[in-house]
């Protein structure tokens, strides 16, 4: 199977010849990577109308930040955060993703106009998660979560990273299904930078064909995270800020997007989405490249099993019969 088309659609969203575009727009005043520039209402909605210009296809609205050591904000705030953005996204025909752990705020938001819940517990922080996704019957992102990482980097010791979250989303995505969520629904992600080092981001990233054998599309959320830091820092300098992280983040959606990646879910959009293309470009040619090898191995056995080489003969004609074999 090509990566093409095991990269896989979801059921109720668009569908892309590539690996999708999701921007990123947070609703929050303590971001890890911009700081609460989208703040505001008006400012956010703006936002995520100019990611989509810039070639974001499906645009994630969150209204809590999950970085290391942030306070849950309440549920009344959450809600007063996300659903007017949801709602004015949506009425201008964005692809709206809502980012939430609380059931209450993805009902809320898919009666506004979102169509897919991107939920980074998977659907342990809130019991009423999975039955309320699986009675609006919208798809659901379910990504490998340890638990919040109030006091750091929680419960991110592991034997070998690729095997433990593989079984553990494995686990995971089975009881999403027993709760009544349709399996062309759901889409898993592996969690990059939640209760892993940077080793096991990259180990993660190395191994994303491992993911892809759960049989639902992959969604690969490594934008301006804090392994990108590392790796640009070297092992003795300083991470740059998130800020200045983007183009490794490109580079990733690119990896991302050659190892058969649905979508990659990122702060700055217009270098990924150049990303994404390119990578879509060189499976086509790869593509195009096995469907001529394969036609001239076609025609070679066809020349063969008619006792015909496609050779020269004598006359110049190639393949002709001789006088012999015309009688």
Not at 61 to 72: D, F, I, K, L, N
Not at 167 to 177: F, M, N, S
Not at 196 to 204: G, N, R, S, T, V
Request: glycine share 12%.
């Amino acid at each position: 199977m090509s990566i093409e088309r095991g990269r896989g659609q979801v059921a109720g969203l668009p569908t892309w010849d590539r690996c999708a575009v999701m921007g990123v727009v947070n609703v929050t005043p303590d971001s890890f990577s911009d700081g609460g520039r989208w703040f505001d209402t008006t400012a956010a909605v703006k936002h995520g109308l100019g990611l989509v210009t810039e070639g974001a296809d499906l645009v994630d609205v969150g209204g809590e930040s999950t970085r290391p050591g942030a306070t849950r904000v309440d549920e009344a705030e959450e809600l007063k955060r996300v659903i007017p953005v949801v709602r004015g996204l949506a009425s201008e025909g964005v692809t709206v993703s809502v980012d939430t752990m609380r059931a209450s705020v993805a009902e809320q938001s898919l009666a506004a106009g979102a169509v897919l819940v991107n939920d980074v517990s998977g659907g342990l922080a809130d019991p009423a998660m999975i039955p309320a996704v699986a009675a609006t019957g919208a798809p659901f992102v379910v990504m490998h979560w340890r638990g919040f990482l109030e006091g750091g980097n929680v419960k991110g010791t592991y034997e070998n990273v690729v095997s433990e979250v593989v079984d553990e989303l494995h686990a995971r995505v089975e009881a999403v299904l027993a709760g009544g969520i349709a399996p062309d629904r759901i889409v898993v992600d592996p969690g990059l930078g939640f209760s892993k080092d940077p080793e096991h981001d990259l180990m993660l990233l190395a191994h994303l064909d491992r993911l892809r054998e759960l049989g639902h599309p992959l969604l690969v959320a490594a934008s301006r995270k804090r392994f990108l830091g590392r790796v640009l820092a070297g092992a003795e300098g300083a991470p740059p800020p998130a800020r200045e992280r983007d183009a490794a983040t490109a580079a990733v959606s690119a990896l991302a997007a050659h190892q058969g990646a649905w979508a990659v879910r990122v702060h700055e959009v217009r270098a990924t989405a150049d990303a994404v293309r390119v990578a879509r470009a060189v499976e086509g040619a790869r593509a195009a490249g096995a469907r001529t090898a394969g036609a001239r191995a076609t025609e070679a056995r066809t020349a063969e099993e008619s006792g015909t080489s496609g050779a020269p003969t004598a006359d110049g004609a190639a393949g002709a019969p001789t006088a012999e074999g015309a009688r």
